[in-house]
Structures are given as C-alpha cells and as structure tokens.
C-alpha cells in the first residue's frame, strides 16, 4: 500500500440480529452524515429479510448487489424509511421529504452507501480495470489529462485513473438529474494526495464541491457532499 492515498478504515463485526456480520468500512462524516462499505458475504434471502421493499433485477449478482446496497442505508441510520424511496426517471432513488439525503453504489461483492441528514451526497467505488485507461478521453478533457499526468505517454496508472473516473460519477450522482457532459461539465481542478480529496468545479450548477476519495487494497472509493 506505501505511496497510496488510504482513509483510516474501521473494520470488525456488528451484532445484527443476533448474528456477527462483516462491516468493512465506516466512517462518520460529518456529526449528520455517514458512509459505510459492505463486504457482501449473504445470502439473498438474508437481505430479503432485512430490506422489506426493493425493485426487480433479473441478474442474481446484481441482484445481490443491489439488495445490500438497500440494506447499508437502514444499517447507517436505523430509522431509514425504506418504504418512502421514490425512483426518479433518471434511476436515482430518493426520498421525496429529503428527511435523508442517500447514494448508493456496487463492484464486485461490496456495496456502498453514504447517507445525510442534511446535504446532497454522492458515491462510488470502482476496482481498477484496463478500460478505464480506453476511455479517459471520454471522461476527461485535454487539461485534466495534462494536469494530472495520465495522458498516453505517460506510464499508466490505472489507479489514479480509477480514482478520477470515480470522482466524476460520484459528482454525476450527487448531482441526480442525469445528462452530464463529464469531461466538459465536470471539471477536476487539483488532487491533494495528503488529504484525499479533489477540488472540483461542477459547471452545470455553477457548484465548487471537494471530493474525497480513499483506497483499500484494490477498492476505490469517492464521495461527495454539499
Ligand atoms: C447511473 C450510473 C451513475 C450508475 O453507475 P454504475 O457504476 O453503473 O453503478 P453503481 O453501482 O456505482 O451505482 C448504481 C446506483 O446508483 C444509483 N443511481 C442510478 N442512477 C442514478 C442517477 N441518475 N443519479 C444518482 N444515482 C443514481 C442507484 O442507487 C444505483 O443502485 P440501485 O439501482 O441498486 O439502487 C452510471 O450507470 C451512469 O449512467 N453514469 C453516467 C455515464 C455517463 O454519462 N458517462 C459519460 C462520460 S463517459
């Protein structure tokens, strides 16, 4: 892990309903917002337990994911009313009061979820692959590429790449209406690798927001607020 960006983890299990289960990761924010990371080691019948309302999804990976994710919201704040997630026409869940701010986000068997009591908040996690190198001109502009050195002629690195690419879809989903131009619309301004975040500059609202992100092993993750 030396020379990589690493957000102090908290690992251990919790007592649930008179089972030990694993939580990878959680952090309190803020003293109104919290971030948790699950390592999916259920059954679907167990989530089904947990999660009383959810939507269809045919694949049974996804499936799993997708569950869990649900599960991670009630699992940070108890009193989450899962019955009251509306789906916008974009696929964002939401609760129409905004008793809660949520987002949610799935790769491989982890879930994550970051859940505010009163800012906007937007999360992902990514586990580097080639293809994110494919398309960083799709995502990123000309200066990002210059800026933070991962152009072509550079030694790749899948990792940073990784971490810029999930700070886009961190912004795209705080934001929640869809249609975004990521490399135009999202503009990533510099990366403070001792704190782990990135200044960002979100053209469509006219927002500054500060992204932070963190790894674990070979889990990436980023979120936003604000
Ligand atoms: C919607 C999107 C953000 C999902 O990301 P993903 O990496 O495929 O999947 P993740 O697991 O991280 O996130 C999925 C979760 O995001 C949430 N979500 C879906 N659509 C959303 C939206 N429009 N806004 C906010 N959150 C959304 C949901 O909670 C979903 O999980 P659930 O259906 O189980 O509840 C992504 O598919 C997308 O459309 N990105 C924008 C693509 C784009 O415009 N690219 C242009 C540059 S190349």
Redesign the pocket.
Known sequence: MTGRPVIPVTTGKIKLKEQLMPIFFQQQITPATRLGIWKIEETESFFRDNVPHHRDVTHPHKRL??LA??FLLQFLYPAFPYDLIHL?E????YLPSEEYHF?????GDYAAAIVSRETRA?I??EIPVEKVAK?RH??LSDTEIGLFGVGEEQPEDLHLLTILWSAK?AV??WY?N?K?D?SEQIRLLSINREQHSIDCHFTKTGTDLQIRYGTFDNLVLAWVTG
């Open positions: 994911q997708h994710g649900r916008a974009t696929r964002k869940p987002s949610i986000s799935h790769c937007g992902d996690v398309i799709k995502f879809e795209y989903k929640g869809g975004v990521f």
